[in-house]
């Protein structure tokens, strides 16, 4: 079974920065393509990146891009997203998912593609 357990949220000032992770036990990187997402208060949980199985490509959404940085650690079983230059907006509860049906080079950042989900870690900017 797959777990996925995030970490690295806090709280940051605007202009700040994060480095989020998120250990997947139970499988190795490759078998799934990996996204992060966000939810804020009162609004709809939102894809913010996403990497293929094989870790080749990459998306992101318009209002992350530049700021915001996926990778992973295959030695690690960890996938990271770096957030850089925050704002306001970016707070809310942040989000690591494992899907399993896309191809090698392939994924979406939509939250419905995804099978497993981390409990999500809480990411706060306020000066």
């Known amino acids: 079974q797959l777990q996925l357990v995030e970490s690295g949220g806090g709280l940051v000032q605007p202009g700040g920065s994060l480095r989020l992770s998120c250990v997947a036990a139970g499988t190795t990187l490759d078998n799934y393509a990996f996204g992060w997402f966000r939810q804020a208060p009162g609004k709809e949980r939102e894809g913010v990146s996403c990497s293929s199985s094989g870790g080749g490509s990459t998306q992101y959404v318009d209002f992350v891009k530049g700021r915001f940085t996926m990778s992973r650690d295959n030695a690690k079983n960890t996938v990271y997203l770096q957030l850089n230059n925050l704002t306001p907006e970016d707070a809310g509860v942040y989000y690591c998912?494992?899907?399993?049906?896309?191809?090698?080079?392939?994924?979406?950042?939509?939250?419905?593609?995804?099978?497993?989900w981390g409990q999500g870690t809480q990411v706060t900017v306020s000066s």
């Open positions: 998912a494992a899907g399993h049906h896309f191809g090698y080079s392939d994924c979406m950042p939509a939250p419905f593609e995804y099978e497993y």
